[in-house]
């Protein structure tokens, strides 16, 4: 069996650290690098899209462009490796899943913040004693791509990553309320879910310019013991073990290997839909 060659699009942080991982990733290659600045890379998209020695497609780009290179790597017979979230909504991830399973090709959604150690061990402890009550509070900077989302009212969006947490802990989650106080230099959104059980969910995001990035999870397990706190623990090797699990879903043609189901995907982008448009009509209200 030949390797698997791999393209990577997009040299930002994420796109340099697949580069780096796929040297020494046995049984794959990296074939060639895609970039805006034509200087950085070594394919141009035509080039990677007709390549045959091009099995996988790593899109590492800004959030906008996921879906439609997503689509034109399947359309060209390539396996996707897509940085999340997959789409900016549930229904066009929903129409590139039905493209992947009718070309029989793998798309696969980087979610690597549910592969931290801290993330696994909060998992294992909700699994052993069902969460009652959980509270996630996040704090962050707020410029570039994230104005041009919020300014969208893609709220949901925004907070695709903190979803993805609370539904692995405690999905699946249904939207209770959501409401957002927006401005020109950020804003502050508050969301009530309930999850499996009755465990009552609550996320407060906020961003402003110059905010620092902050994470707090708390809440009770059903016998009422608090949920653990954890220390900080190594995060190193992230991108690496999602390369694996990608390649892992190739070698296989399903999902063994993957680390969060595609329903999981779909499931938490309708929540994040449903969440931007509650939101927005609070502000708008």
């Not at 300014?151 to 949901?156: F, I, P, T, V």
Request: aromatic fraction near 4%.
């Amino acid at each position: 069996m030949r390797d698997l060659g791999f393209v990577v699009v997009g040299l930002g942080r994420a796109g340099r650290a697949r580069v780096r991982d796929l040297q020494g990733l046995p049984g794959c290659r990296l074939v060639g690098t895609v970039s805006r600045r034509p200087e950085a890379g070594t394919l141009s998209l035509e080039q990677a899209l007709r390549h045959p020695d091009v099995d996988i497609a790593v899109i590492a780009t800004e959030n906008a462009r996921h879906a439609p290179l997503a689509a034109a790597f399947l359309r060209a017979g390539k396996h996707a490796l897509v940085d999340f979230p997959l789409a900016q909504d549930a229904a066009t991830a929903r129409q590139l899943f039905d493209l992947a399973r009718e070309r029989g090709l793998c798309l696969h959604t980087e979610l690597i913040g549910l592969l931290t150690p801290d993330h696994a061990a909060l998992r294992a402890a909700c699994r052993n004693r069902r969460p009652r009550q959980l509270n996630l509070a996040f704090t962050g900077g707020f410029d570039g791509w994230l104005a041009q989302e919020a300014a969208a009212g893609r709220w949901g969006n925004l907070a695709v990553a903190r979803l993805h947490t609370l539904w692995d802990l405690a999905g699946p989650l249904v939207l209770q309320d959501a409401a957002v106080q927006a401005d020109v230099d950020g804003y502050l959104l508050q969301a009530h879910f309930v999850g499996q059980d009755g465990c009552l969910v609550q996320l407060r995001e906020e961003r402003r310019p110059g905010l620092p990035r902050g994470r707090a999870l708390t809440g009770t397990l059903a016998d009422g013991s608090p949920l653990p706190e954890l220390p900080e623990m190594a995060q190193a090797g992230l991108f690496l073990r999602d390369l694996q699990a990608c390649v892992e879903r190739v070698h296989s043609g399903n999902e063994r290997g993957a680390y969060v189901a595609d329903a999981a995907v779909l499931a938490v982008l309708d929540l994040a839909d449903a969440l931007s448009l509650t939101a927005s009509r609070s502000s708008a209200g």
